[in-house]
């Protein structure tokens, strides 16, 4: 029995050394998060394996805390995506109905994404207004004139 908690007692030691790295490497801002989530996720299954019989050594539970850790990068990277999405149509509607509202009639805006940052922004149905909207717009979103275009 001795040997047991003395076994379980080292993992807990070698496993808490690892999460320490781990979290020192990881720095802050959302990679600090999903690590944080790992590193909890790697613990509770260290501290659980022996208990429950599963036999899972450290570097079993490191595999499954990495591939867990990629899942959930993953779904934040998807879920960021979608935020920039909603972001961009949001920005097309505003920017529309603010255009609307200066009386330039009825305009199409369409943003293009990079990553999460709108690059560009092209406008459809301007009528020749391109020198008076141009700035309308780069004064509403800050965007550079050569990142708008018209057709």
Avoid: H, W
């Avoid at 007692?9 to 959302?30: D, E, K, Q, Y």
């Avoid at 935020?83 to 149509?89: L, Y």
């Avoid at 990079?114 to 004064?139: F, H, K, L, N, Y």
């Amino acid at each position: 029995m001795s040997v047991f908690i003395s076994a379980y007692i080292s993992r807990i030691l070698i496993a808490g050394f690892v999460v320490f790295c781990a979290m020192a490497a990881s720095g802050r801002g959302g990679s600090a998060e999903i690590m944080r989530l790992a590193c909890a996720c790697f613990m509770i299954i260290i501290m659980l394996s022996p208990i429950l019989g599963l036999g899972l050594t450290l570097t079993d539970a490191a595999s499954y805390v990495k591939a867990l850790e990629e899942e959930i990068s993953t779904a934040v990277e998807a879920s960021r995506r979608d935020a920039a999405r909603e972001t961009v149509e949001e920005t097309e509607c505003q920017l529309e109905a603010g255009l609307a509202a200066m009386g330039y009639g009825e305009v199409t805006v369409d943003c293009v994404l990079s990553g999460s940052d709108i690059e560009s922004i092209t406008v459809t149905g301007a009528d020749g207004q391109d020198d008076r909207i141009g700035p309308a717009i780069s004064g509403m979103t800050g965007m550079p004139m050569e990142n708008i275009y018209f057709k």
